[in-house]
């Protein structure tokens, strides 16, 4: 590393760590033969008449710019679903941006709202994307712990307790990545009311709001006084399988989205029309493909969890989302040490825990959005690593048949790929 250049790069992008999944996945990719259950990414195509949306539009010549805020008829329909889903109204000409995926969406959130100095609350363990943003936006990061024996909720006593006068954010993440956990209506409520008497702003990622497996969940912009106060940011990545088409939006007060949106116009300009012709499709036609696949994610669920109890580590029980969180304390390795040995002994890719924060040490985060069948080999692999470490076992419960994914030749909606 050349001194001389380095000296001249802006000194918080110097100070910021590499992120720790990117790091571990660097050697995921010298190793053969691995399974990962690392990415956040769902093993499904999109479905086959979304992908047709996209490939109409073009064919029809929509190749062209749209306006920075996004296509209307997109907003209108982004308007739509979270009104008929949780009872939240957007002016979709004026409350709504669509963005290139959820992470640009965070990304000017913070830059629009963050101070030098202004402090972040951000509940742990969290995704690896919050503090380094928070970071580049001249915010000061302050970390929320929660723990796996509280079901990794977090409580409005935590929060009060963390305000100073410089506090002026909270990011909210539910369900979590990389936990799973949820949180109750009564929970947020009285997260909410601190919020509002502290006159706080809450950035509220609901990248997952549809992937949740037991009660219903709960959009912190629909709360009593809170939709002014609340960003909202969503997308269609996970619920759609459409990581690759980077697709998100961001709702909130006139004020706020247009903050979002100057910088946004200076930046990016506005995201690609292809990929929102194909989101307007989703949204329009993909509920039953969606649904399929929430199905076969809450089947993986029950095995992963199964799985991880009887080879003697503890889990909790993810109640959205697609991650499990298995404690590896009883292993007597780190979170990182475990995540390096199982992948050159097992050949099978987790992310160390404290990749979220210094809660996470001491778990690993494995995705279950992986087909049926390798999830089964990955675990049969993964019990006989922590065996050979001491771990006492109870009998594994196996999947039996693989589910349709990537490689079967089948889509989402069950149908045969063209």
């Known amino acids: 590393m050349n001194e001389a250049w380095c000296e001249r790069i802006n000194p918080v992008v110097k100070n910021i760590p590499s992120s720790g999944i990117r790091r571990f996945f660097d050697m995921v990719a010298e190793t053969r033969g691995v399974i990962s259950l690392g990415v956040g990414e769902p093993d499904f195509v999109t479905p086959w008449h979304i992908r047709e949306a996209c490939i109409y539009s073009l064919e029809k010549g929509y190749t062209m710019y749209t306006s920075n805020s996004g296509l209307l008829e997109l907003r209108c329909a982004i308007a739509r679903d979270l009104a008929g889903s949780y009872g939240v109204t957007y002016d979709p000409r004026k409350e709504i941006l669509v963005t290139v995926g959820v992470s640009q969406a965070l990304d000017l959130a913070l830059r629009a709202l963050v101070s030098p100095g202004d402090e972040v609350l951000i509940p742990e363990p969290s995704y690896v ?11 000061k990061v302050v970390p929320l712990p929660t723990t796996m024996e509280e079901g990794f909720s977090l409580h409005a006593h935590q929060v009060e307790a963390a305000i100073t006068s410089r506090t002026k954010l909270l990011v909210l993440c539910y369900p979590n990545n990389p936990t799973g956990a949820v949180m109750s209506r009564e929970n947020l409520q009285e997260i909410m009311e601190i919020v509002r008497a502290h006159d706080l702003i809450v950035i509220s990622d609901e990248i997952y709001d549809k992937l949740t497996y037991e009660g219903q969940h709960t959009c912190v912009a629909s709360l009593p006084g809170m939709k002014e106060r609340t960003i909202l940011l969503n997308g269609f990545s996970k619920s759609y399988a459409m990581t690759g088409w980077r697709i998100g939006y961001a709702c909130g ?12 116009q200076y930046t990016m300009l506005c995201a690609p029309i292809t990929a929102q012709m194909a989101a307007l499709e989703a949204l329009k036609n993909g509920r039953p493909a969606m649904e399929r696949m929430i199905r076969e994610y809450n089947r993986r669920r029950h095995v992963v969890i199964h799985a991880f109890k009887d080879m003697g580590l503890p889990c909790f029980e993810p109640r959205g989302a697609f991650y499990a969180f298995p404690e590896i304390r009883a292993t007597g390795l780190s979170s990182e040490e475990f995540a390096e040995v199982l992948l050159q002994e097992e050949k099978v890719a987790v992310v160390p825990g404290n990749a979220f924060g210094s809660s996470g040490e001491g778990f690993v985060r494995c995705s279950y959005a992986a087909s049926l069948e390798e999830l089964g080999e990955a675990l049969r692999r993964m019990a006989q690593f922590v065996r050979r470490l001491g771990v006492r076992p109870r009998v594994i419960s196996t999947p039996t048949r693989p589910l349709l994914s990537r490689g079967t030749g089948m889509n989402a909606a069950g149908s045969a790929r063209p």
């Open 129 to 139: 994307s919050y503090a380094p943003t928070v970071m580049l936006a001249g915010g």
């Open 253 to 264: 007060n006139p004020d706020f989205i247009a903050a979002m949106t100057k910088i946004h």
